[in-house]
């Protein structure tokens, strides 16, 4: 499973985009809008909230210590790009994630970055005081 994974994932040779065919200048582009949404922190600590289920305006502030009102206006950023869904639950709103590819999307940077963390030098100013 986990073979499969790393090559839906692109990663090493024979990944998804080896062979691809050639993408426009705007794709690029857009492809590099997209992933600046995830460049804010505030946005990439409500999509990790909504990976574990979905949760309304309130729950999502008090989690993250934000007001209601910035919540809202990440949330609107994050809709407006396909990355969240909002579904009405009586009086409040519960916003999930779009679909799986998001997950896909925060999972795989965290293992990049996981590989990353562990291939750096521990803090040497800390070794040298133990």
Same mark, same amino acid.
């Given at each position: 499973?986990?073979?499969?994974?790393?090559?839906?994932?692109?990663?090493?040779?024979?990944?998804?985009?080896?062979?691809?065919?050639?993408?426009?200048?705007?794709? %690029?582009?857009? %492809?590099?809008? !997209? !992933?600046?949404? !995830?460049?804010? @922190? @505030?946005? @990439?600590?409500? %999509?990790?909230? +909504?990976?574990?289920?979905?949760?309304?305006?309130?729950?999502?502030?008090?989690? =993250?210590?934000? @007001?209601? *009102?910035?919540? *809202?206006?990440?949330?609107?950023? =994050?809709?407006?790009?396909? +990355?969240?869904?909002?579904?009405?639950?009586?009086?409040?709103?519960?916003?999930? =994630?779009?679909?799986?590819?998001?997950?896909?999307? +925060?999972?795989?940077? %965290?293992?990049?970055?996981?590989?990353?963390?562990?291939?750096?030098?521990?803090?040497?100013?800390?070794?040298?005081?133990?």
């Amino acid at each position: 499973m986990k073979r499969d994974m790393e090559h839906e994932a692109g990663s090493g040779k024979g990944g998804v985009l080896q062979g691809a065919e050639a993408r426009e200048e705007w794709q %690029l582009a857009e %492809l590099a809008d !997209f !992933f600046g949404i !995830f460049g804010d @922190t @505030t946005r @990439t600590r409500i %999509l990790y909230e +909504l990976a574990g289920g979905s949760l309304c305006v309130g729950e999502l502030a008090r989690r =993250l210590r934000m @007001t209601d *009102s910035a919540v *809202s206006h990440q949330l609107k950023v =994050l809709r407006d790009n396909a +990355l969240v869904k909002a579904e009405r639950r009586g009086k409040k709103v519960a916003y999930a =994630l779009s679909d799986e590819h998001v997950s896909i999307i +925060l999972a795989t940077g %965290l293992t990049h970055l996981g590989e990353k963390w562990e291939a750096q030098p521990g803090d040497e100013a800390a070794e040298v005081q133990a």
